[in-house]
């Protein structure tokens, strides 16, 4: 299989991955759809609700192949969210599907007391999510909707870093009796090493070491475990652990890894304000675990125009970046 476009990793980057034994996988998206299609084939009850969004959300084959379990309500986000919990209401199975940036911003409100406060469990799906949509600008980058939703009582928020974590997310969501988030970016991304079995609450751990810990969620995974093994040339010893679930988060994975760590990064594609290094500070912090610890994300400005690989190099989001970033947190012990 062909490696990603060097715009997307450096020619060391993929190198690494390479050598990993890494191969290409697709978009999240396409699995996201492959399956709902699965799922929703069995069960004529499980719908999907969208806003005009059935061909970046990857919907076109879902429509062909099952016309009468799609609902396209037009560009009109809240009333997505509204019908969504409507037929939830009434026993469907439903997964809301629209670009993250509108749906966790101009649907906020619903999804509070819509789909949350209510109790109706809708998978809401947000798509293209963090700044998937590159050159298109701050307005169509969603770095604030894990910070938000966060911030409401029941809800889960699942961020898939492959395409192996993106198929098993979606069948949890369909099985849970409560509101969830799905967060799924455009790129296609490297299939990580996988397990024997997976528990989308708890973390994931690619690589163990005993110096040092990267946490990260969703499509900046990738690069933390490239990190982890250039690091490793240099004698430092990486844990690398996928967190897809933000929240709930999983405890004791989490403090497990920071008791046995000098240092611990935590990288995500989203604002550093309310996301998953200061959810991972907050929970370290109160255990009065004291490692060194670094949040690596978008800080609080507006982003840099360019495409998502532009922006990841800009903020230190590679291979590359990110090992640097370790070391200089372990220089400063």
Not at 66 to 94: D, H, T, Y
Not at 280 to 308: M, N, R
Request: some cysteine.
């Amino acid at each position: 299989m062909s490696a990603p476009a060097p715009s997307l990793f450096s020619e060391a980057a993929i190198s690494t991955a390479t050598a990993l034994g890494l191969t290409l996988g697709r978009a999240n998206l396409e699995v996201f759809s492959e399956t709902l299609i699965e799922l929703a084939s069995e069960n004529p009850h499980l719908l999907a609700v969208t806003s005009d969004s059935r061909g970046s959300g990857k919907l076109v084959p879902f429509a062909k192949a099952l016309p009468k379990q799609i609902v396209e309500v037009g560009i009109a986000e809240q009333n997505l969210v509204g019908i969504a919990a409507g037929l939830s209401s009434v026993g469907k199975n439903v997964f809301a599907v629209s670009p993250a940036c509108f749906l966790t911003a101009r649907s906020l409100e619903q999804v509070k007391n819509d789909i949350a406060y209510s109790d109706n469990p809708v998978t809401i799906v947000g798509i293209s999510a963090g700044v998937s949509y590159g050159a298109l600008g701050s307005t169509h980058h969603s770095l604030h909707d894990i910070a938000a939703l966060r911030a409401i009582n029941n809800i889960r928020i699942i961020n898939p870093a492959d395409n192996y974590e993106a198929r098993e997310a979606v069948k949890a969501a369909a099985a849970c009796q409560q509101p969830v988030y799905l967060r799924f970016g455009k790129a296609p991304l490297y299939n990580l090493p996988t397990a024997e079995a997976f528990d989308t609450q708890k973390i994931r751990v690619l690589k163990q070491g005993s110096d040092v810990t990267f946490l990260a969620t969703g499509e900046t995974v990738i690069h933390t475990l490239l990190a982890a093994q250039a690091l490793e040339a240099k004698g430092v010893k990486c844990n690398v652990a996928s967190v897809p679930s933000i929240k709930p988060l999983d405890k004791e994975g989490v403090l497990g890894l920071a008791a046995n760590s000098k240092a611990i990064v935590t990288v995500e594609e989203h604002m550093m304000n309310g996301g998953l290094g200061e959810a991972c500070a907050a929970l370290i912090a109160q255990a009065a675990i004291k490692p060194k610890f670094k949040i690596v994300g978008i800080p609080d400005e507006y982003t840099v125009t360019g495409s998502q690989a532009d922006i990841f190099q800009h903020y230190g989001i590679t291979m590359e970046g990110l090992s640097e970033t370790m070391l200089h947190l372990l220089w400063s012990l």
